[in-house]
């Protein structure tokens, strides 16, 4: 009986609800909930502020071609109210489009292209903006100049965050000291701090892994502090390309076979895809059981499902690398040495930078790097510092992919201390780790740790790996001279003094100890220097047979990226891209050989110590040099070492044997 009546009551209630109902703009979305964008805290909003700013002024001087140099001040006005300035040398930006860069939210150019850069979504330097006016009611002061215009512009402006559209307050031209570049100026409400997530070690990373750079910075006390470029290459120019098929959703393939206007699947896998040659779309189509004359607008759910299944079907060329911008080894270890140099460290690792991989059809690659010993503290967790894009991440180390892979590492096999095998381990290192990707998958918009995907942290975890075994050589390298420096000490210098000595009071000649060096000795010892003069490293190799019978055997010589060797004391047996082999015919008992030659092509600090290995002789008489990996039983002495290690307590790291047994601590020689 009451049914009429209460249809009545509840569709007034959905008709009130239906008033109440309407759609908000992205910009007051974000500006009521800006921790998204990450300012949540005072101190992490002055650091944010900062950090967008700077980034968008390195992508612009980067795609113009420019040499960066970038200026930051930070000034306080009010408690806990700061102005922000940032300016740059880059190209300007036109008028028509200075509203919209700095007042408008999800407005840019990168969106949409798969390039590696810094920025990709349009929010970062509006956000700032909407952050300043929200919190101190100021608009924001900007100032820009291209190389065509006769005078630069000022502006203020704000953003209106019901329609996400800029509301120019004043504008006017001025006479400018500099041909091109802008500053942004905006009031903000902040703290600010000193430490690990401060805007000065923000700074400092960015630094390190952007050595092209040249950065002033000013704080609230005055004191001005300038991270000078470490060199004057540019980073590579990233092109833009077209998604790689392998690992793409099938939601997003559907999408694209709707929106393509291509008539055939054949025509559409070849031109919407990057590495599908025709051949390889006739291949894919085949494997799916999809002719190739079908149309992509009518494909079926089970259709795309059946096509991306096919992929692993079908031999697909890795994405290419022009879209990505890696740091590169020698520019890693310039980046280290100009701005850790201060800590004096004994040891940098030879970067590590691997090849380009996919995940989601977005290329990436990774680099890492390992810095050792000198004042870098001892009993404290090692320093991991983590980027993306070239781009330092301060904040939710934890939450990082990267993080997880340093602590998936049993370090003690490496040289470093760490309880139980896991978690981050303890001793005098640093560890740098560089993802580049033309999408990096952020955990949150405010762009502070990287989301665990399995294929990054496949690829960091190798990485690292490959650095730490260089890490290993160097220790276990340094361990074994030092053991038996004392004995040789002794052999060389007390035993001949004594001998003299006693002769000389039996009144008789000095004996011949050279045997009886040899049977205490009994090894193969190899000194080493590099020294810098001019243009030029020079390398000296000296190997002492002080074993009972002559030795043959070979040295193997790692040179450097990008240096060249010439002038030859012994000409080498072979000398091909970066490696040089020396076949030493019989070194007889108690003899020595020296091999001198000089690496051109490099700037100074570009090498540490020499990198060299042994062949063809056993290993355990062998001070000063590591045995060749895959040098004919060694190998197999070597994995029974290591493999002895990963059972000890019953517990075998089946990933780790296989890692140690397919993949060579250095290029192979064959």
């Known amino acids: 009986m009451h049914l009429p009546g209460m249809c009545l009551q509840m569709s007034s209630v959905a008709e009130r609800m239906a008033k109440n109902q309407k759609a908000i703009s992205v910009a007051e979305f974000f500006e009521r909930n800006r921790q998204i964008l990450g300012f949540d805290t005072l101190t992490k909003s002055l650091l944010t502020a900062v950090k967008e700013a700077v980034d968008n002024s390195l992508d612009a001087c980067e795609e113009a071609g420019i040499l960066p140099e970038i200026s930051v001040s930070i000034k306080k006005i009010l408690k806990d109210e700061y102005r922000v300035i940032v300016e740059d040398n880059g190209p300007g930006i036109v008028r028509r489009q200075v509203p919209n860069v700095f007042g408008r939210l999800l407005y840019g150019s990168r969106f949409h292209t798969i390039r590696q850069s810094r920025g990709q979504q349009g929010i970062g330097i509006s956000a700032v903006v909407m952050y300043s006016q929200l919190t101190t009611g100021h608009p924001a002061r900007i100032k820009t100049k291209t190389e065509e215009m006769d005078a630069a512009l000022t502006m203020q402006l704000m953003l209106d965050t019901k329609t996400n559209r800029p509301v120019i307050q004043k504008e006017d031209y001025f006479t400018w000291d500099r041909d091109h570049g802008t500053s942004i100026e905006v009031d903000m409400k902040a703290r600010y701090v000193a430490g690990r997530q401060s805007v000065f070690e923000y700074l400092k990373g960015t630094a390190l892994v952007n050595p092209h750079a040249k950065i002033i910075y000013k704080g609230p006390d005055g004191v001005k502090y300038t991270f000078d470029r470490a060199t004057t290459e540019m ?134 790097g390992i810095v050792y010993g000198g004042e870098i503290p001892k009993d404290k967790p090692v320093s991991i510092y983590r980027f993306a894009n070239r781009v330092p991440l301060l904040y939710q180390q934890g939450a990082c992919i990267t993080t997880k892979a340093v602590e998936s590492i049993d370090w003690r096999r490496y040289g470093l201390e760490q309880r139980g095998g896991k978690g981050i381990p303890y001793g005098p290192a640093i560890i740098l780790i560089h993802v580049a990707s033309t999408q990096i998958p952020f955990t949150s918009e405010s762009k502070e740790a990287i989301a665990a995907i399995p294929e990054i942290q496949e690829e960091i975890e190798l990485a690292l790996k490959a650095c730490a075994r260089r890490l290993k050589t160097h220790l276990s390298r340094k361990e074994k001279k030092e053991k038996n420096r004392v004995k040789f000490q002794i052999v060389q210098e007390i035993l001949p003094q004594i001998a003299e000595k006693s002769a000389t009071i039996i009144n008789k000649p000095v004996p011949d100890l050279r045997g009886t060096i040899t049977q205490i000795m009994n090894v193969v010892w190899i000194d080493d220097a590099l020294k810098f003069k001019k243009d030029r490293y020079s390398v000296f190799i000296k190997i002492h047979n002080y074993t009972p019978s002559g030795k043959k055997f070979s040295i193997h010589y790692l040179l450097p990226e990008k240096g060249f060797p010439m002038n030859f004391s012994i000409s080498p047996t072979e000398s091909r891209g970066q490696k040089v082999r020396w076949d030493l015919k019989r070194i007889p008992s108690t003899e020595a050989v020296e091999i001198n030659f000089d690496i051109i092509g490099l700037e100074k600090g570009d090498m540490d110590e020499n990198e060299f290995y042994v062949s063809g002789i056993p290993p355990v008489i062998v001070i000063g040099a590591e045995p060749l990996p895959g040098d004919w039983n060694v190998a197999k002495m070597k994995v029974d070492e290591e493999v002895e290690d990963m059972t000890e307590g019953g517990e075998t790291d089946v990933d780790e044997m296989d890692d140690i047994l397919d993949e060579p601590e250095v290029g192979e020689y064959d």
């Open 235 to 368: 980073p590579a120019p990233t092109m833009e390309i077209k998604p790689h098929p392998k690992g793409i959703e099938v939601g997003k393939f559907l999408n694209m076979a709707k929106a393509t206007k291509n008539k055939k699947m054949l025509s559409f896998l070849h031109t919407e895809f990057s590495r599908v040659s025709y051949r390889v779309a006739k291949d894919i189509c085949d494997a799916a059981g999809i002719k190739p004359e079908m149309n992509p607008r009518r494909l079926t759910l089970q259709d795309a499902r059946n096509i991306l299944k096919s992929l692993d079907k079908v031999r697909i060329m890795a994405p290419p690398t022009d879209c990505l911008s890696p740091i590169g080894p020698p520019l890693i270890r310039k980046g280290l040495k100009n701005i850790l140099g201060s800590m004096k460290p004994e040891f940098y690792a030879p970067p590590i930078t691997r090849e380009p991989k996919v995940y989601g059809g977005h290329p990436f690659q990774v680099e890492v």
